[in-house]
């Protein structure tokens, strides 16, 4: 066993395949995390630094001077040909091929350049206004609210549901035991993408369109849960279960003392997916949800994104913000993550 | 569970109330019905819940196919029988999207039956490739392991913004490339290229969930196996051709049938990174079932109903493969 | 008790109640209004409201501001689910007819005929509806925008008020090849801004017995035009061509940018021209060229309607109406850089509330091109049965033809076929 604990193949030196699988994972990291990095680095620039093309790497902003006479900063170049080549100069309009700058110490007097007589002065910058903006313009923290308030509460439930029911096809014997799993795992068959007309009208009927509830509770029929959790409870040993119905414990409180605790891991792993599938919701809140303040985070962006369709500094700041909660889901649980979705084997 | 642990106090005691008080009536439920009987009790919500948001709503899709009318509730829609149907089917050539009646339904059934086609291909290979190297000798296995998970955590809008943003006119690939001395698109502008990206960013971003199922399934393969290899001096892809694929097979056949499920579903992603564009190149079924359902004006419930029950169907098919697939994993 | 005392009671209560119920009117009302802006229109309808608030004890407003996009996509599905506001300012004013309050019976409709006239049809059901359903708060008209530093860089004449299509084109190809502009033109992505142009290449869109046609050959012969204009990078390709289905998307900012030479859209847009341009360039708003037809953009706009739905009529007839005073209309127009609908407040001349000289020309050249309207366009525009689902057809057909999916004659063919699949659903 130990043999192949080894770290290469060769003797002592690297085969090949070790070669080409430390390259591969190499590329790996760089493909799927460069993207995230390069979205991270372009959403502190400003709109007209994402303009720049090529792009450079680190946000940077153009220095600004405050001259006389004029209300707002100017920004400042420096003049690479003509007879103020080296001079550090303040710009005052851009318009088209020419440009109009003012000396530094003759604010007043406009010269005439044109483009590709200047170059500007920069230096490496956070625009961190694109994020304090976001939450000055948008109503950020609404939606924030609304996506958590939706994913917790929508978990909770599938939680609690999903495990009774898990408990109760798992630990039973009663007639019509097959029918239920076999209905269970009908549902299987029915993913909400194709029941979208009449899941609307359903919700419509019972008045939850529009709010957060017609977003909650359609969500929580999955059956994913109850076969994963079943699994799990089919493993406890029933001498558990008589133990406790000798001494005169309910079934609810068996259910609750010995059942739950026990399927922790299970249900961990279930809370986990759970909650990302919850928070990445798209279509079904889509149809459901229409005023903008019930919007949950995804929505609110994919509509900003219609709206805003070149002010890319706002959008990337606040697709940053919205992949900022569940990054950090991975990097406390990514262990956990990663073990629940290989035990479950994708049933 | 370290990190569950603190968690789970707070909950229980919060919830401990919460549960006894609920215990007083399924004690005397209880003793109503008998142990063998309160196992419908602990069934009920869920069995509601699926009744009501899954099983009626299928009748219901059946019924709205069967009427027409912008009306959304069903007494005020005038049946049309076979209507739809016969709209949705009506075809010179089932190859040919132009010759038929819907030809945008078509069209979104050829992008679809495409856009799966290469993306389960292209993702379950690389997600193969991906576990063998995992599960070979390598060191932090497990940080490389999360490295191909992380895009799957990523909202579907995310994803799309992201490559949307590097596929920008002026985005960093064209930056790259340009500077390299390559050619630059407009990518999203050609059809071909925005459907090329569209099976990239999906691929990109599920990948790395099968990547884990197959490890999963190779690491489950028994060492001595592969130690009998060795002594024969087998090369790597005799090992894998003889022995690693067959015996991953059951989990692979799994993998394939789920991936076809979901890719099949697919509307997020691509939805918020193209939009079905340019022009309805990049358009799939489901955001044909969304657009002519709840986006056209007017809303026609009917259509899209009909569309989504042929779409149901082919769906049943898949999933009871992957049923019979996981079946046989679970014997065999 | 005896009969005095009896009495005395009697009224007493009587008096309560009375008291009671005027004090249950005066009860909080609370209106939900669905608003967007093009500019600040709700904001400064919030703001006025204020006034209207103050006088009115009880009476609150709560004004939602939302996207464009939700007023066309979500506001319709909340009102068919009844789950909508009590006012809404609304731009598909005939297609939503059948959710509209009458406010006929609490506004001195005579006032209303004599000011807002034909506008008023725009929001009725048929011909036979005399009802007053919405103000017009907002008169738009499309139009272009060119930037005339850039045609003055370039040394170009920028073309006449009566000049063609292929005369701009040919003008703003020269510009931006002198000035390195990335685009020569651009068409804000929308079925509704493709039919003036259309409408003055000959189209008709309805036949002679005033059944929709959309296709015919003067819309066809635009179509092959613009999709020429794209062939040859005349025309912005991203506008029309990276979006899908009927997402409306407009490329103001490229033109506030720097990046467009000339920019068809329309008046709705001369807020945030002034806004964001500010002194970068000098720009100027220049109708729609000519057809062989034409000259004609399409008007548009929004009004402010009530919804039958609501639990407060009288309430939300007293909003709206408030808006419809001849000083109130006239401060709205003023504040948020609108073309007035209101008749008085039209001869009379707004004083537009802005400093800057390219606005106050721009608005007067929009109210200039008002006179050149097709008939065709207003009847375009009030066709509320279908024109919405005519806009649909005409923007995802073209993009088809664009992309290269399918001809333009091909393209054409499909798109009578829509309209007449949308007649037929329409119309149960």
Same mark, same amino acid.
């Given at each position: 066993m130990?043999? %192949?604990?080894?770290r290469?193949?060769?003797?002592g030196r690297?085969?090949?395949t070790? %070669?080409f699988?430390?390259?591969?994972?190499a590329?790996?990291?760089?493909?799927?995390?460069g993207?995230?990095v390069?979205?991270?680095?372009?959403?502190?620039?400003?709109?007209?630094?994402?303009?720049?093309?090529?792009p450079?790497?680190?946000?940077? +902003?153009?220095?600004?001077?405050?001259l006389?006479?004029?209300?707002?900063?100017?920004?400042?170049?420096?003049?690479?040909?003509?007879?103020?080549?080296?001079e550090?100069?303040a710009?005052?309009r851009?318009?088209?091929?020419?440009?109009?700058?003012?000396?530094l110490?003759?604010?007043?007097?406009?010269?005439?350049?044109?483009?590709d007589e200047?170059?500007?002065?920069?230096?490496?910058?956070?625009?961190?206004a694109?994020?304090?903006g976001?939450f000055?313009?948008?109503?950020?923290?609404?939606?924030? %609210?609304?996506?958590?308030?939706i994913?917790?509460v929508?978990t909770?439930i599938?939680?609690l549901?999903?495990?009774m029911?898990a408990?109760?096809?798992?630990?039973y014997?009663?007639?019509?035991r097959?029918?239920?799993?076999?209905?269970?795992?009908?549902t299987?068959?029915?993913?909400?993408?194709?029941?979208?007309?009449?899941?609307?009208?359903i919700?419509?009927?019972?008045?939850?369109?529009?709010?957060?509830w017609?977003v909650?509770?359609?969500?929580a029929?999955?059956?994913?849960?109850?076969?994963?959790?079943r699994?799990y409870?089919?493993?406890i040993p029933?001498?558990?279960?008589?133990?406790a119905?000798?001494?005169n414990?309910?079934e609810?409180?068996?259910y %609750?003392?010995i059942?739950?605790?026990?399927s +922790?891991?299970?249900?961990?792993?279930l809370?986990?997916l759970?909650?990302?599938?919850r928070?990445?919701?798209?279509?079904?809140?889509?149809?459901?949800l229409?005023?903008s303040?019930?919007?949950t985070?995804?929505? +609110?962006?994919?509509?900003?994104q219609?709206?805003?369709q070149?002010?890319?500094?706002?959008?990337?700041?606040?697709t940053?913000?919205?992949? +900022?909660p569940?990054?950090?889901v991975f990097?406390?649980?990514q262990k956990?993550?990663?073990?629940g979705?290989?035990?479950?084997?994708?049933? | 569970?370290?990190d569950?642990?603190?968690?789970?106090?707070?909950?229980?005691a919060?919830l401990?109330?919460?549960?006894s008080?609920?215990?007083?009536?399924?004690?005397?439920l209880?003793?109503?019905?008998?142990?063998r009987?309160?196992?419908?009790?602990f069934?009920?919500?869920?069995?509601?819940?699926?009744?009501?948001?899954?099983?009626?709503p299928?009748?219901?899709?059946?019924?709205?196919?069967?009427?027409?009318?912008?009306?959304?509730?069903?007494?005020?829609r005038?049946?049309?029988?076979?209507?739809?149907?016969?709209?949705?089917?009506?075809?010179?050539?089932?190859?040919?999207p132009?010759s038929?009646?819907?030809?945008k339904?078509?069209r979104?059934?050829?992008?679809t039956v495409?856009?799966v086609t290469?993306?389960?291909?292209?993702?379950?290979?690389?997600?193969?490739?991906?576990?063998?190297?995992?599960?070979?000798?390598?060191?932090?296995?497990?940080?490389?392991?999360?490295?191909?998970?992380f895009?799957?955590?990523l909202s579907?809008?995310?994803?799309?913004l992201?490559?949307?943003?590097?596929?920008?006119?002026?985005? &960093?690939?064209?930056? &790259?490339?340009g500077?390299?001395g390559?050619?630059t698109?407009?990518?999203?502008?050609?059809?071909?290229?925005?459907f090329?990206w569209?099976?990239?960013i999906?691929?990109?971003?599920?990948?790395g969930?099968?990547t884990?199922?197959?490890?999963?399934?190779?690491?489950?393969?028994?060492?001595d196996?592969y130690?009998a290899?060795r002594?024969?001096a087998?090369?790597?892809w005799?090992?894998?051709?003889?022995i690693?694929?067959?015996m991953?097979?059951p989990?692979?056949? &799994?993998?394939?049938v789920?991936?076809?499920?979901?890719?099949v579903?697919t509307f997020d992603e691509?939805?918020?990174?193209?939009?079905?564009?340019?022009?309805?190149?990049?358009l799939l079924v489901i955001?044909?079932?969304?657009?002519v359902g709840?986006?056209?004006?007017?809303?026609?419930?009917?259509?899209?109903?009909?569309a989504? &029950?042929?779409?149901?169907f082919?769906?049943?098919?898949?999933t009871a493969?992957?049923l019979w697939a996981?079946?046989?994993?679970a014997h065999g | 008790?005896?009969?005095?005392?009896?009495r005395?009671?009697?009224?007493a209560s009587?008096?309560?109640?009375?008291?009671?119920?005027?004090?249950?009117?005066?009860?909080?009302?609370?209106?939900r209004?669905?608003?967007?802006?093009? !500019?600040n229109?709700?904001?400064?309808?919030?703001?006025?409201?204020?006034?209207? #608030?103050?006088?009115?004890?009880?009476l609150t407003?709560?004004?939602? $501001?939302?996207?464009y996009?939700?007023?066309?996509e979500?506001?319709?599905?909340?009102?068919?689910?009844g789950?909508g506001?009590?006012?809404?300012?609304?731009?598909?004013?005939?297609g939503?007819?059948?959710?509209?309050?009458?406010?006929?019976?609490?506004v001195d409709?005579d006032?209303?005929?004599?000011s807002f006239?034909?506008?008023?049809? *725009?929001y009725?059901?048929?011909?036979?509806d005399?009802?007053i359903?919405?103000?017009?708060?907002?008169?738009? $008209?499309?139009?272009?925008?060119?930037n005339?530093?850039?045609?003055?860089?370039?040394e170009?004449?920028?073309?006449?008020d009566?000049?063609?299509?292929?005369? *701009?084109? #040919?003008?703003?190809?020269?510009v931006?090849?002198?000035t390195?502009?990335?685009?020569p033109?651009a068409?804000?992505?929308?079925?509704?801004?493709?039919?003036?142009?259309a409408?003055?290449?000959?189209?008709r869109?309805?036949?002679?017995e005033?059944?929709?046609?959309?296709?015919?050959?003067?819309?066809?012969?635009?179509?092959?035009?613009?999709?020429? *204009?794209?062939e040859?990078?005349?025309m912005?390709?991203e506008? =029309?061509?990276t979006?899908?289905?009927?997402?409306?998307q407009?490329?103001?900012?490229?033109?506030?940018?720097g990046?467009?030479?000339?920019?068809?859209?329309?008046s709705w847009?001369?807020?945030r021209?002034d806004?964001?341009?500010?002194?970068?360039?000098? =720009?100027?708003?220049?109708?729609t060229?000519c057809g062989?037809a034409?000259?004609?953009?399409?008007?548009?706009?929004?009004?402010?309607?009530?919804?039958?739905?609501?639990?407060?009529?009288?309430a939300?007839?007293?909003?709206?109406?408030f808006?419809?005073?001849e000083?109130n209309y006239?401060?709205?127009?003023a504040r948020?850089?609108?073309i007035?609908?209101?008749?008085?407040?039209a001869?009379?001349?707004?004083?537009?509330?802005t400093?800057?000289a390219?606005t106050?020309a721009?608005?007067?050249? *929009?109210?200039?091109?008002?006179?050149?309207l097709?008939?065709?366009?207003?009847?375009?525009q009030?066709? !509320?049965?279908?024109?919405?689902?005519?806009?649909n057809i005409?923007?995802?057909? $073209?993009?088809?033809?664009?992309?290269?999916?399918?001809?333009v004659d091909?393209?054409?063919?499909?798109a009578?076929?829509?309209l007449?699949?949308?007649?037929? #659903?329409?119309?149960?």
């Open positions: 130990t043999g %192949w604990l080894t290469t193949r060769g003797r690297l085969h090949w070790d %070669w699988s430390y390259g591969y994972l590329f790996g990291v760089l493909l799927m995390f993207p995230v390069w979205l991270l680095l372009s959403s502190f620039k400003t709109d007209s630094e994402l303009q720049r093309f090529p450079r790497l680190l946000p940077h +902003a153009q220095e600004t001077v405050t006389e006479g004029y209300a707002k900063p100017l920004p400042l170049f420096e003049v690479t040909a003509g007879e103020l080549a080296g550090t100069v710009q005052v851009r318009i088209g091929l020419s440009s109009q700058v003012v000396r110490d003759d604010p007043g007097e406009r010269i005439e350049l044109s483009l200047r170059t500007a002065v920069e230096a490496p910058a956070l625009a961190t694109n994020y304090t976001l000055e313009r948008f109503d950020f923290l609404r939606y924030l %609210w609304n996506s958590t308030f994913t917790v929508a909770l599938m939680l549901v999903n495990s029911a408990f109760a096809l798992s630990k014997e009663f007639r019509g097959a029918t239920v799993l076999a209905l269970v795992i009908g299987l068959m029915i993913p909400q993408s194709v029941v979208l007309v009449p899941l609307f009208l919700t419509k009927e019972l008045g939850l369109l529009d709010t957060l017609g909650i509770i359609p969500g029929a999955t059956p994913t849960g109850v076969f994963l959790l699994q409870m089919l493993s029933d001498e558990i279960l008589d133990a119905r000798m001494d414990a309910s609810w409180k068996i %609750w003392r059942i739950l605790p026990l +922790a891991p299970a249900i961990a792993v809370a986990i759970a909650i990302m599938w928070w990445n919701d798209f279509l079904w809140p889509l149809i459901a229409s005023r303040e019930n919007f985070l995804q929505l +609110a962006l994919n509509s900003f219609g709206e805003m070149t002010e890319w500094s706002s959008l990337l700041a606040m940053v913000l919205t992949l +900022a569940i990054a950090l990097v406390f649980l956990y993550i990663a073990t979705i290989a035990s479950t084997g994708g049933k | 569970m370290t569950g642990a603190p968690r789970r106090s707070v909950s229980l919060v401990t109330p919460l549960m008080v609920i215990e007083w009536p399924m004690r005397r209880q003793r109503h019905l008998g142990i009987r309160l196992a419908w009790v069934l009920a919500p869920n069995l509601l819940l699926f009744g009501l948001f899954a099983f009626l299928v009748l219901l899709n059946v019924a709205y196919a069967l009427t027409g009318g912008g009306n959304v509730l069903l007494e005020n005038p049946p049309v029988g076979a209507g739809n149907f016969v709209q949705l089917m009506d075809c010179e050539s089932y190859l040919d132009n038929c009646d819907e030809d339904f078509w979104s059934v050829h992008n495409w856009f290469l993306q389960v291909g292209c993702m379950i290979g690389f997600a193969l490739l991906t576990a063998l190297v995992l599960n070979g000798p390598i060191r932090a296995r497990g940080f490389f392991r999360s490295v191909f998970f895009p799957v955590l579907p809008v995310v994803v799309a992201i490559w949307k943003w590097i596929l920008q006119r002026n985005g &960093v690939l064209n930056g &790259v490339l500077g390299a390559f050619e698109h407009v990518w999203l502008l050609d059809a071909g290229w925005a090329f569209s099976v990239f999906s691929v990109w971003a599920h990948m969930f099968y884990l199922i197959l490890l999963a399934g190779l690491q489950a393969i028994p060492r196996v130690e290899a002594l024969d087998a090369s790597p005799r090992t894998f051709r003889r690693t694929l067959p991953l097979m989990t692979m056949l &799994v993998v394939l789920l991936a076809l499920i979901k890719g579903q691509v939805y918020a990174f193209t939009g079905g564009g340019p022009g309805s190149a990049t955001q044909y079932v969304y657009e709840f986006g056209g004006s007017p809303r026609l419930f009917g259509l899209a109903a009909a989504s &029950v042929l779409v149901a082919v769906l049943v098919v898949l493969l992957q996981t079946r046989k994993n | 008790m005896n009969h005095k005392t009896i005395g009671a009697a009224g009587t008096l309560l109640l009375a008291l009671g119920g005027a004090s249950g009117a005066a009860h909080a009302q609370e209106l209004f669905t608003c967007s802006s093009d !500019g229109e709700c904001e400064v309808m919030d703001d006025m409201l204020d006034r209207l #608030e103050a006088e009115n004890d009880g407003v709560a004004v939602d $501001i939302v996207p996009q939700a007023i066309l979500t506001l319709p599905v909340q009102l068919a689910a789950t506001p009590d006012i809404a300012k609304v731009t598909d004013l005939g939503l007819s059948q959710y509209y309050l009458d406010l006929a019976p609490y409709t006032y209303w005929e004599a006239g034909d506008f008023l049809s *725009w009725r059901a048929d011909a036979d005399t009802g359903y919405g103000m017009h708060s907002q008169l738009t $008209i499309t139009g272009a925008f060119a005339t530093t850039l045609f003055e860089q370039a170009v004449a920028i073309p006449a009566d000049a063609s299509w292929e005369e *701009w084109a #040919e003008a703003a190809r020269e931006a090849e002198k390195g502009t990335p685009f033109m068409m804000d992505r929308s079925g509704h801004r493709i039919a003036g142009p409408i003055g290449n000959g189209a869109l309805f036949d002679d005033g059944n929709a046609i959309l296709v015919d050959e003067g819309f066809t012969d635009f179509v092959e035009q613009f999709v020429g *204009w794209h040859d990078g005349t912005a390709p506008v =029309w061509g979006s899908g289905g009927t997402t409306y407009d490329a103001a900012e490229e033109f506030i940018n990046e467009i030479v000339y920019y068809y859209s329309g847009q001369t807020r021209m806004d964001s341009i500010g002194d970068d360039f000098d =720009w100027k708003v220049t109708g060229p062989p034409a000259c004609s953009g399409m008007p548009g706009g929004a009004g402010v309607v009530g919804i039958k739905a609501t639990e407060h009529p009288e939300v007839a007293k909003v709206i109406d808006f419809a005073e000083d006239a401060e709205l127009a948020t850089l609108n007035p609908a209101h008749a008085a407040v001869e009379n001349g707004v004083d537009f509330d400093e800057s390219n106050k721009a608005l007067r050249a *929009w109210s200039a091109q008002v006179g050149k097709s008939p065709v366009a207003f009847a375009y009030g066709y !509320g049965r279908l024109n919405r689902a005519m806009f005409t923007v995802e057909r $073209i993009s088809q033809a664009l992309t290269g999916e399918l001809s091909e393209a054409m063919a499909r009578t076929d829509d007449a699949k949308a007649d037929a #659903e329409a119309g149960q």
